[in-house]
């Protein structure tokens, strides 16, 4: 390939790489049939891109125009992790949902969830994705496994006394 790919050409550009299909023509490496197809193509070409593919196949050039070597593109970079207390908030104020109706078990989950939310809403690491959404979910849900643990302990309490409001 020459020079940058999206770079336009000249007339002179494309009479040196025409220059060269004959040259490859006279070493007996094109059909007059080929040179006459690329000819017309070297000619209909715009850009450096375009008028590479004419000559992909042929040795390197001497002399005007040397092969730049294009480096194949880099993938983009790898996701930064996400820190781990805002993912271990996200799974136990899920947990504490359920575990709300296990008295002993749900108010741990519930409170170990908003504390962990609380301590992942501080700025990650350096190179670390910063994870607030699911510190922040990890809370309401925390909170929510709470105030249900609450009303669960309190309902139970006044069912089993009998008491009407």
């Known amino acids: ?92 104020g899920i947990l504490s949902l359920p575990a709300t109706m296990c008295v002993p078990v749900g108010p741990v989950f519930s409170i170990t969830a908003i504390i962990t939310g609380v301590l992942g809403l501080r700025p990650p690491p350096r190179g670390a994705a910063y994870g607030r959404g699911m510190a922040v979910t990890g809370i309401a849900l925390g909170i929510l496994g709470l105030i249900a643990q609450i009303a669960f302990v309190f309902f139970f309490a006044v069912s089993s006394t009998g008491d009407d409001f």
């Open 1 to 92: 390939m020459y020079r940058e790919p999206h770079m336009r050409v000249s007339d002179a550009d494309r009479e040196a790489i025409v220059a060269r299909l004959n040259q490859a023509t006279a070493e007996g490496r094109l059909s007059i049939e080929e040179f006459s197809e690329r000819a017309r193509q070297a000619y209909a070409c715009r850009t450096w891109g375009e008028l590479s593919e004419v000559v992909w196949d042929l040795p390197a050039p001497v002399g005007r125009y040397p092969v730049v070597p294009v480096a194949p593109p880099r993938p983009p970079p790898p996701a930064p992790p996400v820190g781990g207390l805002p993912l271990v908030s996200l799974i136990l």
